[in-house]
């Protein structure tokens, strides 16, 4: 294992007990992360002086601003979410649910992009935005693309990972994901059935630039009351193969 630098990882753990926090004081992050509290002070002032913490009128400090620069620099290097944005929105304003762009990094599943429709205006997924990172296994966009990769890797992710339940509905099994990465292959498309949150379910295809590169899955997503088994299967499937091909042919001539 490669060594680390202990100071950059309380720095990263102090960040994310801030984003759960939404904001605290000095004494509530020096509490959560058992950290005395002349150090979790330290820690503070010097990311405020970076511009990734802000300390409110309250004596509380947050997250700053600075992160969302940084995400979207990061997020801009992508070819594929400049050619998928207009697509997304379109496909969001046609379905009126949610239309995602995923891509694969280290084994796990980045939303890279998220538009929702009209339809979708009151429904709120927890911890589902732009930067969010799940397991492929969960969801149809992730099973596009694990479904596209070799065996080997695939091996490789699930024993990285694992695949324990996040609903009753989730896979656990290897035989069974293997099972379905072939029905996938041959259908071109993947469907969440509930796997990842209850009460929702989800299409997605992957997008490819060349023989046995993926590089990223689009999908649509919402209630599993409006998207039933046939709405998936007769009228969400075609229009997401087609906004995967319309992706990938911008994708491959941009």
Do not use: W
């Amino acid at each position: 294992m490669a060594s680390t630098v202990k100071s950059v990882e309380r720095a990263d753990r102090l960040i994310r007990a801030l984003l759960d926090l939404d904001r605290a004081s000095v004494t509530e992050v020096s509490e959560q992360l058992d950290m005395p509290l002349s150090s979790t002070y330290d820690y503070l002032t010097t990311l405020e002086s970076l511009g990734y913490v802000v300390e409110l009128s309250d004596g509380t400090y947050t997250v700053a601003s600075m992160f969302l620069e940084v995400g979207n620099h990061v997020r801009s290097q992508y070819d594929v979410y400049r050619v998928a944005e207009p697509e997304l929105k379109s496909l969001a304003r046609e379905t009126g649910e949610y239309a995602v762009l995923m891509v694969e990094e280290d084994g796990l599943g980045v939303i890279l992009g998220m538009k929702k429709g009209d339809k979708s205006s009151n429904i709120h997924i927890q911890r589902t935005h732009p930067g969010t990172k799940t397991r492929l296994s969960t969801t149809a966009c992730g099973k596009a693309i694990l479904a596209q990769l070799s065996e080997d890797r695939v091996c490789e992710i699930v024993d990285r990972y694992g695949l324990a339940p996040k609903t009753e509905h989730t896979i656990t099994e290897s035989d069974e994901l293997s099972d379905e990465l072939k029905r996938i292959r041959e259908k071109g498309y993947a469907i969440d059935d509930e796997e990842r949150f209850e009460g929702m379910r989800g299409v997605g295809a992957p997008v490819q630039t060349g023989v046995d590169t993926v590089t990223a899955a689009v999908g649509i997503y919402g209630p599993a009351n409006r998207l039933t088994e046939t709405v998936l299967s007769e009228e969400c499937a075609d229009r997401i193969l087609e906004t995967a091909n319309v992706i990938q042919v911008n994708l491959s001539y941009s």
